[in-house]
């Protein structure tokens, strides 16, 4: 989140590390925050960006704050139907699935069959089903020669969990949900790509909770990526909007120190390679 420049001072300690492959970055389209400046502004910055998030698409809440910060979002990164312009720009582009519930947006994405080299990425939402909706998508899309596969959000899947059931009993849902996702295939029998978000951010309704986890939980994921290396981990470090705009030199110190203490307990419990 935030400028290359926040990412290098936050995130720079992870440069030399040679299983770090680079960011993924919002495709904002707002203000000054334009994607294509921002690909610009990252290059100069030494910042290799491997992902552009697009659009989340429409999502169901009961409460108003949330109906209020997924139309913002909607409203202030690129529209699916240009971020396909981005395709020579990262290894991968991400929208969730309910962004391609319109017929314009899934058009948009097939011309992705352009891009052999480009992966879609579908994220699954924080909705009942929507799991299994996002790994039909991804095989339909594969259907029509688009290197399409599913990132698994380990957030939005617990969310949409039981409140009333306990956490760890949640937690062994969520890692079922992903054994299930390693072992899928698409309509020819192939594997497709596959990523999970970390969300290791500091909002608080689109992270996990860290006083939740134990080296037991950590440990059972690192256990389940072992059957597929090749799975991309995105650490989705989400700071409050006004934290994006700008942080002071103070506040990007604290951030990165908070980030080396994420990443090596992730490394400790396997979860990530030393």
């Not at 334009?34 to 960006?49: F, I, P, T």
């Not at 314009?104 to 992705?112: F, G, M, P, Q, T």
């Not at 020669?145 to 409140?163: I, R, T």
């Not at 890692?175 to 596959?194: H, K, M, Q, T, V």
Request: charged share 25%.
């Amino acid at each position: 989140m935030g400028t290359p420049r926040t990412w290098s001072d936050v995130w720079g300690f992870l440069k030399d590390d040679p299983n770090f492959a680079g960011f993924e970055m919002i495709g904002w389209d707002f203000l000054w925050q334009r994607c294509h400046l921002l690909l610009a502004q990252a290059r100069k910055s030494g910042c290799n960006v491997i992902g552009i998030h697009g659009r989340i698409g429409k999502q169901e809440s009961p409460r108003l704050i949330d109906q209020f910060r997924v139309g913002l979002i909607n409203r202030i990164v690129v529209p699916t139907t240009k971020i396909t312009r981005f395709a020579n720009n990262a290894d991968y582009l991400l929208v969730h699935g309910r962004e391609l519930h319109p017929q314009k947006n899934r058009n948009a994405v097939l011309s992705l069959s352009n891009f052999p080299t480009t992966t879609l990425f579908i994220e699954n939402d924080m909705i009942p089903g929507a799991l299994g909706e996002t790994v039909d998508l991804c095989c339909q899309l594969r259907n029509n020669n688009v290197k399409a596969g599913v990132m698994f959000d380990l957030h939005h899947f617990l969310g949409q969990l039981d409140e009333d059931v306990n956490y760890a009993e949640k937690w062994k849902t969520t890692l079922n949900a992903l054994s299930w996702l390693i072992n899928s295939r698409d309509f020819e029998g192939e594997e497709f790509p596959i990523g999970i978000h970390v969300d290791l951010g500091e909002v608080e309704e689109d992270s996990l909770k860290q006083n939740h986890k134990t080296k037991d939980l950590w440990e059972d994921l690192a256990f389940i990526l072992v059957s597929r290396p090749d799975v991309k981990i995105v650490i989705e470090d989400e700071l409050p909007l006004k934290d994006q705009l700008f942080l002071s030199s103070k506040a990007r110190k604290a951030l990165r120190e908070r980030c080396q203490a994420r990443i090596a307990l992730l490394q400790e419990f396997s979860v990530l390679p030393k």
